[in-house]
């Protein structure tokens, strides 16, 4: 039996339930302004501008899907898919069909000749997210829809994807030859750090460097430990000071 004020402990759990809700639904959502996102953009941007393939990579959890989504809702002409793994060239084009409302036909080159003709006389833009799921073919399928429409596409992934676009002894030539523009996820400066933890309420520069080392500087990781000491330090009402990011990474499978 709980020898405690359990009157207390409700009331602490029923504040803490009241608003988990809200920080989840924020959870990811907050991601600053900084060097990634707006080379992304810039990337985006000239892509649209000389309208060319560009690529996006970095490992998982660098924060490129949130930044990507953040540009693409600020371009009303964007059409973002995100890959299912192992996408085919059929599934692609089924994607295709349903965000631009194009009817599928049964054979995949009459669907693709449709397309076509949609793509150029709009001004559209393509952005690939979890671009490395892409089969081969789906990937020659992109570039034959930029070489027929000069339609600007941007595919996003993890390093994978850049060793599939150039083959393992580059000899994927006439894709990679396509790729105008690149950009590599970095990891945080110190000052976008500091902006992240004091976004969260860390204002203290110590636990913002352990909150690096822990999470392997992975921006996605950082949030979690982030939130989770967040929730800690609601949960108990006390400053989120006081709250030990070691003892929070224990909680996560970092």
Same mark, same amino acid.
């Given at each position: 039996?709980?020898?405690?004020?359990?009157?207390?402990?409700?009331?602490?759990?029923?504040?803490?339930?009241?608003?988990?809700?809200?920080?989840?639904?924020?959870?990811?959502?907050?991601?600053?302004?900084?060097?990634?996102?707006?080379?992304?953009?810039?990337?985006?941007?000239?892509?649209?501008?000389?309208?060319?393939?560009?690529?996006?990579?970095?490992?998982?959890?660098?924060?490129?899907?949130?930044?990507?989504?953040?540009?693409?809702?600020?371009?009303?002409?964007? +059409?973002?898919?995100?890959?299912?793994?192992?996408?085919?060239?059929?599934?692609? $084009?089924?994607? =295709? !069909? &349903?965000?631009? @409302?194009?009817?599928?036909?049964?054979?995949?080159?009459?669907?693709?000749?449709?397309?076509?003709?949609?793509?150029?006389?709009?001004?559209?833009?393509?952005?690939?997210?979890?671009?490395?799921?892409?089969?081969?073919?789906?990937?020659?399928?992109?570039?034959?829809?930029?070489?027929?429409?000069?339609?600007?596409?941007?595919?996003?992934?993890?390093?994978?994807?850049?060793?599939?676009?150039?083959?393992?002894?580059?000899?994927?030539?006439?894709?990679?030859?396509? +790729?105008?523009?690149?950009?590599?996820?970095?990891?945080?400066?110190?000052?976008? $750090?500091?902006? =992240? !933890? &004091?976004?969260? @309420?860390?204002?203290?520069?110590?636990?913002?460097?352990?909150?690096?080392?822990?999470?392997?500087?992975?921006?996605?990781?950082?949030?979690?430990?982030?939130?989770?000491?967040?929730?800690?330090?609601?949960?108990?009402?006390?400053?989120?000071?006081?709250?030990?990011?070691?003892?929070?990474?224990?909680?996560?499978?970092?």
């Amino acid at each position: 039996k709980y020898a405690g004020d359990a009157k207390e402990l409700e009331r602490k759990i029923g504040t803490y339930l009241e608003n988990y809700n809200e920080r989840t639904s924020l959870g990811e959502s907050i991601h600053l302004e900084n060097k990634n996102v707006r080379s992304i953009r810039f990337v985006i941007n000239k892509a649209i501008h000389r309208r060319k393939m560009s690529v996006i990579v970095g490992a998982s959890g660098t924060g490129k899907t949130v930044a990507i989504q953040k540009v693409a809702s600020e371009i009303p002409e964007s +059409i973002l898919i995100e890959c299912d793994p192992k996408t085919t060239y059929s599934s692609l $084009l089924d994607a =295709l !069909c &349903e965000v631009t @409302g194009i009817d599928r036909k049964r054979r995949n080159h009459a669907t693709a000749n449709t397309l076509y003709a949609h793509f150029k006389k709009s001004r559209r833009v393509l952005i690939i997210d979890e671009g490395e799921q892409l089969t081969l073919e789906a990937l020659e399928g992109l570039r034959r829809l930029w070489d027929k429409t000069n339609t600007p596409i941007i595919i996003a992934g993890t390093e994978a994807l850049e060793h599939q676009i150039r083959g393992k002894k580059r000899e994927q030539t006439q894709l990679f030859t396509r +790729i105008y523009g690149i950009w590599r996820m970095r990891e945080l400066e110190k000052d976008e $750090l500091k902006e =992240l !933890c &004091e976004s969260y @309420g860390v204002t203290n520069r110590f636990p913002q460097e352990q909150i690096k080392k822990l999470a392997s500087n992975n921006l996605r990781m950082m949030c979690w430990i982030l939130q989770e000491m967040q929730d800690l330090a609601e949960l108990n009402q006390t400053p989120i000071a006081e709250v030990n990011p070691s003892h929070v990474s224990q909680l996560l499978m970092l």
